[in-house]
């Protein structure tokens, strides 16, 4: 009886000073809640004391959010990995077929598509150096395009050192330095809007003068549209 009435007053001193019932049921080891509602029925709290309630759960709300975020974090974190991880194994090598599949596809997206009867070219343009790197290979694996009909340009934003641009697409490509023609150019709306590290080597654009790769790829892309519309 000496026991209760000890951890009554004692419980009682503590919510006094403002601390929850998870917080003095774990500090006296009390089980049940229902205990300390029966305790505190008829206690009235100072002014003091409810402000000092109110700022304790405030905090507690905070540390449970912040524990609550950091553990959805490592949930998201984890199950990120795991679907990087599985998408990564599904692609063990890359057959032809499915390069010329791919090279397609890259260029519906990101090609130019203005005909002309007689001088078609392919005219590829993108900013990233591994996307660009995987069109080369269809332009040289699949549609077997002699070096020298390669030609590239690169459109640069004032702020980029040509050189360094310059050599850093040379490298993506596997194209010598001074293949590449600079197109340095903003239009007047943009000026003074665009950070500089948006595209930090430019744009590279790939061209082909060949109205007969031009009509292939169309036809590859033709292709592949009526093959899924079956």
Do not use: C
């Amino acid at each position: 009886m000496g026991s209760n009435i000890h951890l009554k007053t004692e419980a009682i001193r503590l919510r006094r000073k403002g601390h929850s019932y998870n917080i003095i049921r774990k500090i006296l080891g009390i089980k049940s809640k229902g205990t300390l509602s029966h305790w505190f029925k008829n206690l009235a709290l100072s002014k003091k004391s409810r402000g000092l309630l109110n700022k304790n759960n405030n905090l507690a709300h905070k540390r449970g959010l912040f524990t609550a975020n950091k553990n959805r974090d490592v949930r998201i974190k984890k199950e990120n990995h795991e679907a990087y991880t599985e998408g990564q194994n599904y692609i063990n090598s890359i057959s032809e077929k499915e390069l010329l599949l791919i090279g397609a596809a890259l260029y519906w997206g990101e090609g130019s598509k203005s005909e002309r009867m007689t001088s078609t070219p392919l005219d590829f343009s993108n900013s990233d150096p591994a996307m660009v790197s995987v069109y080369m290979k269809f332009l040289r694996k699949i549609l077997r395009v002699s070096e020298e009909r390669i030609r590239a340009g690169i459109h640069l934003y004032s702020s980029i050192p040509i050189d360094k641009a310059r050599k850093f697409w040379a490298s993506t490509t596997n194209l010598p330095e001074d293949r590449f023609f600079i197109i340095n150019q903003v239009s007047r709306a943009s000026q003074g809007k665009r950070p500089f590290n948006i595209l930090p080597h430019g744009t590279v654009a790939i061209k082909v003068s060949s109205r007969i790769q031009f009509n292939k790829v169309k036809g590859m892309i033709h292709g592949i549209i009526k093959s899924l519309s079956k």
